[in-house]
């Protein structure tokens, strides 16, 4: 049963791949200028506090950021919600303008999103994708996403490996078993769920002619919960699915979570995302950490995180795009991941980021 399930799955991937070829053929080829991974040194980027749907996206925000770290960003990433039913074509046209790779977190999620963390799915689960009911959506998406003239960044369905978005995996199945509990790889219920709604999204969208998008699949660092149905390659589409792999990384963000030290949140996860697939490019597609209101504790993780990432210990790291926002959580306590939380902070970040190393504007090839 477990061989027939396996062949059944290659065989719907077989037949959404052919199907996206026969029908880009029937559009008009574009040619799209492309990134260029950096062979030497890493891209820098960031989230600058865009608002409540994190697509609050303006021009003056992204320059004052710059002032601020004294240094371009080659990235910006900004939220893009599936409750707005839209291509964020002003938002990745400003990133364009200001110079800047745009990065979507392209979320299959509806308003109001702070209320939606832990609560499961809503209109928008993985199901109702697979029955064909936000195809009009993701058509439309996809054919505006191919009037951009350059590529840029999607990553569909984030932290997946984690409770606390609706597209997580613990709410559609979790850990069960698909088929022989004796078969490698074994197959678990919300994994594939997931990866069966990242294929059909993505083979929709190239099939509308839309090869101008770089996919990334971003997991959190650490799966939550810990369990091997969890971890990172359950729920990996497949390399024909992804162009970057790509992982939150966060230091402490809540008060009563403890401090922990830059280079073990990226060690073991880097491995995890390396052993995924030998070529891939690797980014930092949110970083950060919270002010512990003690002295230099912040200041000191980003010259750690810095000095880590420049040692080229990590040769396949080529991007990093810092989380900068601040925000109330529940208990009123507030988490300011904002770089100038503190003077110390601001200079470690200034001077880590200030390094040749990291690259402040995109490199393009026609």
Known sequence: ?????????????????????????????????????????AYTGAYVDFGDGEDHVTLE????????????????????????QQFPTEQVNLVRSYGAVPL???????????????????????DN????????????????AKKIP????????????????????????KGKILGDKKANPILYAGPEKYKQAYRYVVDRVRARGASNILWVF???????PSAKWNLAAAYYPGSNYVDWLGMSLYGKQFAKEDWDLFEPLLEWPYKELCSLDPNKPIML??????????????????????????????????????WHERWENADGTFSNLRINSSQLSLK???????????????VWKK
């Not at 979507?104 to 993985?126: I, T």
Request: charged share 20%; with cysteine.
């Open 218 to 224: 971003h997991v959190n660092n650490y799966s939550y």
């Open 348 to 362: 470690a970040y200034q001077d880590g980021v200030a390094l040749s190393y990291w690259i402040d504007r995109p």
């Open 61 to 84: 925000a992204m320059e004052d950021f710059e002032k601020l770290v004294k240094k371009h960003q080659a990235i910006i990433g900004f939220g893009s919600f599936w409750a707005r």
């Open 129 to 144: 994708i697979l029955k064909g009911t936000w195809d009009h959506y993701i058509d439309t998406w996809a054919d505006e």
């Open 285 to 322: 597609a949110e970083w950060g950490v919270a002010e512990p209101h003690e002295r230099d504790l912040k200041g000191s993780w980003f010259r750690d995180a810095f000095q880590v990432m420049n040692e080229k210990k990590y040769p396949r790291l080529k991007a990093a795009i810092i």
């Open 104 to 126: 979507l977190y392209w979320s299959p999620w509806d308003a109001p999103f702070d209320n939606g963390q832990e609560h499961g799915p809503d209109k928008f689960a993985l």
């Open 1 to 41: 049963m477990q061989t027939a399930l396996r062949l059944a799955t290659n065989h719907r991937e077989i037949c959404g791949l052919i199907l996206s070829l026969l029908l880009v053929t029937t559009v008009q080829a574009i040619n799209y200028d492309k990134l260029v991974v950096p062979e030497h040194g």
């Open 150 to 173: 350059t590529q840029f960044f999607v990553a569909f369905g984030c932290e997946m490996n984690g409770t606390w978005f609706p597209w997580s995996g613990c709410f559609y199945g």
